[in-house]
């Protein structure tokens, strides 16, 4: 597969040195866009091989559409609000896709996107949601999807080991502003979080939300989110990220109608109980006493794959030697969930999340007007 990779800053210099380091096999970078000479003298080796610079992704596509360079897919890795344009044009190009997260800064161009891509028959286009990669995160999405334990009561997130200095803002002139990255951490750290949840959880169905800008650091967007959700099962959740908390942590609790999932620093735990929670409340006769329970570890063969899997994953669908693990309309929903949770901040108000595409026009075009407002 010959690779475009569209944005050489730094995640699209950590892509192209898993592929030129043999960690993806099956692909060749035949073109890069916007690399620094001291990034590129980092790379040297595949510019050794004939690998063409570009300006600009128009540019790049001037010259694929006039053939003078051969080029099978593009990997996206420039600033949000740019994803959904550079992806649509390649695809009416007939070039596969792989967009990094997330799909960009409003859900009207992840649907987008989306729409463009399925006109053009046999066009693969994935998303780079490597968390999902992870054993441990299948495993507990593979326990609360089958029920095992009952139906989902709670779930609550604690993320703060996304800690960021200032000197992580100063790095780029687009990063810390509305019109830049689109948002703050709910965009640039949490879409893996926020993916995860609606991956492993389902969607929830409002959200009210709270989302302090520049808390702790000179920025626009905001550096620390707390949020309530509902799901349609009638359970609850809380999320809470900051980039300005340290010592941070990662914590995920997931209570079920018979267990309770503990995931923290890399390890998985589960409390069993051995009776039924809705049986023992109704006929136990001590009103102190809690149901027994038995913690146990949960293992799970496998490795973590991360975005070398991603890319070889999109390499091989390409290929037509396997099925995309994480599908583009996959970039829709947690874009949806955190537009939700900046407009409920903004009108300190629940969002209800569309359940149909008349209701997300609406709420697309909602959000896209208070969004203008910030910029």
Not at 250 to 259: F, G, K, V, W, Y
Not at 294 to 312: F, M, R, S, Y
Not at 360 to 371: G, K, P, Q, R, V
């Amino acid at each position: 597969m010959k690779l475009a990779i569209i944005g050489m800053g730094i995640m699209g210099c950590k892509y192209a040195k898993m592929i030129s380091d043999g960690q993806v096999t099956g692909v060749e970078i035949t073109a890069v866009t916007r690399i620094t000479p001291e990034r590129k003298e980092g790379l040297k080796e595949i510019f050794e091989n004939g690998t063409k610079i570009f300006e600009t992704a128009d540019d790049l596509f001037e010259a694929v559409g006039q053939k003078t360079i051969k080029v099978d897919a593009v990997l996206i890795v420039t600033p949000h609000l740019s994803h959904s344009k550079i992806a649509v044009n390649a695809m009416k190009l007939g070039l596969h896709v792989l967009c990094d997260k997330p799909a960009g800064a409003y859900s009207r161009q992840a649907r987008e996107m989306c729409e463009e891509a399925g006109k053009h028959e046999g066009l693969i286009f994935g998303m780079m949601f490597n968390q999902r990669m992870n054993s441990m995160h299948q495993k507990i999405r593979e326990i609360v999807q089958s029920g095992v334990y009952g139906t989902m009561k709670r779930v609550s997130w604690t993320i703060t080991d996304w800690y960021r200095p200032d000197g992580y803002y100063a790095s780029g002139v687009w990063r810390g502003t509305w019109d830049g990255e689109g948002g703050g951490i709910l965009l640039n750290q949490c879409p893996h979080n926020l993916d995860l949840l609606q991956w492993i959880c389902g969607m929830p169905v409002s959200v009210q939300a709270f989302c302090n800008e520049g808390k702790y650091h000179n920025i626009a967007v905001e550096d620390e989110v707390t949020a309530y959700f509902t799901f349609e099962n009638g359970a609850t959740g809380t999320f809470y990220s900051t980039t300005g908390e340290a010592s941070g942590i990662n914590r995920l609790e997931i209570s079920m109608e018979d267990a309770l999932l503990v995931y923290e620093k890399g390890e998985l735990k589960v409390r069993e109980l051995k009776v039924h929670e809705a049986e023992y409340r109704k006929t136990a006769t001590d009103y102190f006493a809690q149901p027994e329970g038995e913690w146990k570890n949960i293992t799970c063969e496998g490795t973590d794959l991360q975005h070398p899997g991603i890319l070889q994953n999109f390499a091989d669908a390409v290929d037509g030697k396997a099925e995309l693990f994480v599908a583009g309309t996959e970039g829709t929903k947690s874009l949806m969930l955190a537009n939700a949770m900046y407009l409920s901040s903004w009108k300190k108000q629940m969002v209800k999340l569309p359940e149909n595409l008349e209701e997300e026009i609406a709420f697309e075009t909602e959000y896209e007007e208070e969004f203008a407002k910030k910029v």
